[in-house]
């Protein structure tokens, strides 16, 4: 770490200042600098157009010099600044990871930050939910400046750990990842551009793509009883315009229902207007609901085509497949019961009960059939044997992924 070796310049000599005095003299200085008018002009990030370069340059020199001046000061120390005079810095993106037990996929995401993001000033929180992998000492010897570490001491779900991380932030914007996700370039920048452009856009989503880039799922209607009820594919082929699909051959940004919680690049003041994610969600639909809850507030979310984000898809919940698909009932159903009618909920419950039923009757005719050597059936069978059991034992919240 640098020690700082603070001068004053006093007639064209330069004259070192004692240690005693050193502190006093430079809260002076930055308070004068923070009260000039021209320099705060400069740090308000976006009230420009065509300010961003500016405020990113400026702030970045500013924080080194700071970094400077203080002992044991990092670059990214900023509490330190915002201590004189009640002034708040703000930097233009927080990046948001939560993480359990994908310490490779982590860091992989990580380095694609560092190599692809740009122009901006950024911080990176990464809260990880009680791993056993060895992620948190990973991060450490990996990375430190600008990564900020959350460990809690165990699985307290993607939305309560991720607003641990908002409720620190300092980004004008916040941008959700998960971990199995590899940011691409310019992605980024073009979420960014396109929140910049639209003061109504409260969030915009990505292109997902496979590793051998097939496309994904990006973006969703919200679930309804036409959607649980019915084919998705058959409602796209219906009504292509109200149930849009990956597929869509759009290349300009198009407003969206929902999109998908790998990716999130939000806007800070439209969280602050909403609040932040409901933590009765614990996995699945938390983004969803999010979604559901701006659009009712007014404002607007889309997807972004030209924008790229390798997305590695469900590594988590792919450990424990049955416990996963427990846990997305769960979240569906709460959904339902948040957003929806109670006449839509009692529908939901009764034909996912059905379904899940016929399901496991299907699945365990064709294990017979076959004399149980395929495995993917075996698989499958498991599965909804698990969720016709928890149906049947009315849902125990002690079913599911670990809760704290």
């Known amino acids: 770490m640098l020690r700082s070796s603070f001068v004053i310049a006093t007639y064209g000599k330069s004259t070192p200042l004692s240690s005693e005095f050193r502190a006093p003299c430079i809260r002076i200085f930055l308070t004068s600098l923070l009260k000039n008018h021209f320099f705060n002009n400069l740090l308000s990030f976006g009230t420009h157009k065509h300010g961003s370069v500016i405020s990113c340059s400026t702030i970045r020199c500013f924080k080194t010099i700071v970094s400077k001046l203080f002992d044991n000061c990092s670059a990214c120390d900023i509490p330190l600044i915002n201590r004189i005079q009640g002034v708040h810095l703000v930097m233009d993106i927080s990046f948001i990871i939560v993480n359990w037990n994908t310490g490779n996929l982590l860091l992989d995401c990580l380095h694609s930050i560092r190599n692809t993001v740009s122009g901006f000033t950024y911080e990176i929180v990464v809260v990880d939910n009680g791993s056993r992998d060895g992620s948190v000492q990973a991060v450490r010897q990996q990375f430190c400046s600008p990564v900020t570490l959350i460990e809690n001491p165990d699985n307290r779900g993607f939305a309560r750990a991720n607003n641990q991380a908002l409720s620190i932030a300092r980004g004008r914007f916040i941008i959700l990842l998960n971990t199995d996700t590899i940011v691409?370039?310019?992605?980024?920048?073009?979420?960014?551009?396109?929140?910049?452009?639209?003061?109504?856009?409260?969030?915009?989503?990505?292109?997902?793509?496979?590793r051998d880039g097939s496309l994904q799922n990006s973006f969703d209607n919200f679930p309804s009883l036409a959607t649980e009820l019915f084919n998705k594919s058959l409602l796209r082929v219906l009504f292509p315009r109200k149930f849009a699909g990956k597929n869509s051959s759009a290349s300009a940004p198009f407003e969206v229902e929902s999109i998908i919680g790998a990716c999130m690049a939000l806007r800070r003041d439209a969280i602050q207007q909403?609040?932040?994610?409901?933590?009765?969600?614990?996995?699945?639909?938390?983004?969803?609901?999010?979604?559901?809850?701006?659009?009712?507030?007014?404002?607007?979310?889309y997807h972004h085509p030209g924008a790229v984000i390798i997305h590695l898809q469900g590594q988590s919940k792919k450990?424990?497949?049955?416990?996963?698909?427990?846990?997305?009932?769960?979240?569906?159903?709460?959904?339902?019961?948040?957003n929806r009618s109670p006449l839509s909920y009692a529908a939901l419950r009764v034909a996912r009960?059905?379904?899940?039923?016929?399901?496991?009757?299907?699945?365990?005719?064709?294990?017979?059939?076959?004399?149980?050597?395929?495995?993917?059936?075996?698989?499958?069978?498991?599965?909804?044997?698990?969720?016709?059991?928890?149906?049947?034992?009315?849902?125990?919240?002690?079913?599911?992924l670990k809760r704290p």
């Open 184 to 210: 691409q370039d310019r992605a980024i920048a073009s979420l960014l551009r396109l929140l910049a452009d639209n003061p109504a856009a409260a969030a915009a989503g990505p292109r997902m793509i496979d």
């Open 319 to 338: 450990r424990r497949p049955a416990s996963a698909r427990i846990e997305y009932y769960r979240s569906l159903y709460l959904f339902f019961k948040k």
């Open 274 to 301: 909403v609040g932040m994610l409901d933590e009765d969600y614990f996995f699945f639909l938390e983004e969803t609901d999010w979604c559901f809850r701006l659009r009712a507030a007014g404002w607007k979310i």
């Open 353 to 400: 009960f059905a379904k899940v039923a016929v399901n496991c009757a299907l699945n365990l005719l064709g294990l017979c059939l076959t004399a149980g050597q395929n495995r993917k059936l075996r698989e499958k069978t498991a599965v909804y044997g698990w969720l016709l059991c928890w149906h049947l034992l009315l849902c125990p919240r002690s079913w599911g």
